[in-house]
């Protein structure tokens, strides 16, 4: 007897040593109780299109922190008699459920039921992550009881609710009810809060903008729950399943400006700050002119990538301010995220030539001034025209329309490549340009965006911009956060020099490489291939838009005789023709006859500019 106490009693003391360790050894480290009220969570982001038409949403919702006593009581009962109902019973772990679970899973030879209370599941979501081991699932317990200890039951219910997640980028039940409903929590209907309580079990699989048969027959399930729970009778029960649902409508599966919407997400952390805030912003996109865009780019690609060896594309619409109208980064989203319109660095050719162009009419070239096209040497480089030929004297206007490399050259050493160089920091255009004669003939790589946003300098007249594509970021609750102010740094080519640039990139279009992106209004641009086709674009204008196209392949292969003149054109002119459709046709700045402009000055006195 004396034996059999002593080694009890020393089993005892040991075993409760083991388990003061082992307790100890998963107490430890705990999340900070303090950071039980920091959601985690991704903060929404509305964006909408120049129009007001929200045209994507991303991160999570959150609504307004409700309290259980503020809601309809059938919303406490759907969703105890759904997950936990002796919730009001146990002490955060229910023995009797866990029992129930084990036994009907052993039965059905696979897991069927789970054996976690609310109170686990509200620990779970304020302190653990989502990892299914051993050590989480002992922390879970031990905080349910904690929070049993120093919360009641209808205040745990309140953090649950408020925590969980029911699908759809929604965090808490007032989120939910606004999302799927359109109303606020408080205002649910029963058969609603059926709907939201089922979302519980699987909140992706059954969410109901995207599967609402799944969502409407989950929520059957639910009310027989609250039926067999005692809160429903049997003929409330049946009048509310057969009640009609009407869901949100679901956002458009056809998604348009992904690219766009990229670009606009990873501006907002250094305009907004850090830290999970809900925002709605205001773009300067124009739904109709990016719907062309993307259509167009991506039968053009259809139609003629494979073929002439096109990897991809890119396109880019700005307004005569620098606004971002339409942006497409690749024909096809789904198969690369990478924005090929903003990201990517390609040499552009002779598209860079209008700022060599620019930085020589500053040095005293006229369109008229009359050059030779010869052979040179610089040091022992010796340029190349695209056809090896050469074409004697002509005018400078004649030598871009026709993208005589030898003059090009020419005229960058006569202008100073300093002079070449600072050109283009005028215009906008931020990378490396190295000093090299070469520089002249588009050797230095750039961007789609700041080229296109170069051009536009000459579109609106001399004014720079700086390419944009927000316009307001405002708070959920319609506090303006930012708003853009000023419309960049002013003046940065004179009217005269911006005239003349119009007048010769015209003559690209009339009479130069640049005939196949003709449109029957005015218009000008440039176009432009790096060596052995491997990048090939067109920038152009009017006097409302500018885009600017880019064909190539993402590893640097050769295309098959593709030129700027080609392909680049023919999308360009396609895109510009039908985004010009029912405008008359405006002439380009410092073009306008003594008639129109005089009209000009009329409108703008009595239109507001």
Known sequence: MRFTLKWGLTLLIWGAVIGAVTVGYFAYGLPSL??????????????????????????????????????????????????????????????????????????????????????????????????????????EV?????????????????????????????????????????????RLSLHQAAVVAGLLKAPSRLNPLVNPDAAKKRARTVIANMRDAGYLTAITSKRETARPLRFQRAPSRRKIGRHFTDWIVEQLPDLVGAGARDV??????????????????????ARAGKAAKIGNAALITLGGNGAVRAMVGSHDYAKSQFNRAVQALRQPGSAFKPVVYLAGLRAGITPATRLVDEPIDIGGWKPRNYDGRHRGAMTAADALAKSINSIAVKVA??????????????LGLTTDLPSHPSLALGTAETTLLELTAAYAVFANGGTGVWAHGITEIRAVDGRVIYRRAGGGPGRVVSRQNAAAMNRMLAGVIKAGTGRAAAIGRPAAGKTGTSQDSRDAWFIGYTAELITGVWMGNDDGKPMRRVTGGGQPARLWA????????GRPPSPLAGMETPASSAWHRVLQKFGGG
Do not use: C
């Open 34 to 139: 303090e950071d039980a009220g920091k959601l985690q969570r991704r903060p929404s982001v509305t964006i909408l299109a120049a129009d007001g038409s929200e045209i994507a949403r991303t991160g999570d919702l959150s609504g307004v922190a409700v309290q259980v006593r503020d809601l309809p009581f059938y919303v406490a009962q759907a969703v105890i008699a759904t997950e936990d109902r002796r919730f009001y019973n146990h002490f955060g772990i229910d023995l009797i459920g866990i029992a129930r679970a084990l036994w009907v899973n052993l039965r059905a030879g696979r897991i069927r039921q789970g054996g976690s209370t609310i109170t686990q599941q509200a620990a779970k979501n304020l302190f653990l992550d989502p990892e299914r081991t051993i050590k989480r699932k002992v922390r």
């Open 413 to 426: 050493e006569k202008a100073g490549r300093r002079a070449v160089i600072e050109a283009a920091r005028g």
């Open 574 to 581: 396609k895109v510009m023709s039908e985004a010009h459709k």
């Open 142 to 186: 031990l905080l349910a009881l904690w929070l049993e200890q120093n919360f009641s039951k209808d205040q745990i219910l309140t953090v649950y609710l408020n925590r969980v997640y029911f699908g759809a980028g929604a965090y808490g039940i007032d989120a939910a009810a606004r999302r799927y409903f359109g109303v606020p929590a408080k």
């Open 280 to 301: 709605v912003v205001q773009t300067t996109l124009d739904p109709g002119l990016q719907r062309l865009a993307e259509v167009q780019l991506a039968a053009h690609m």
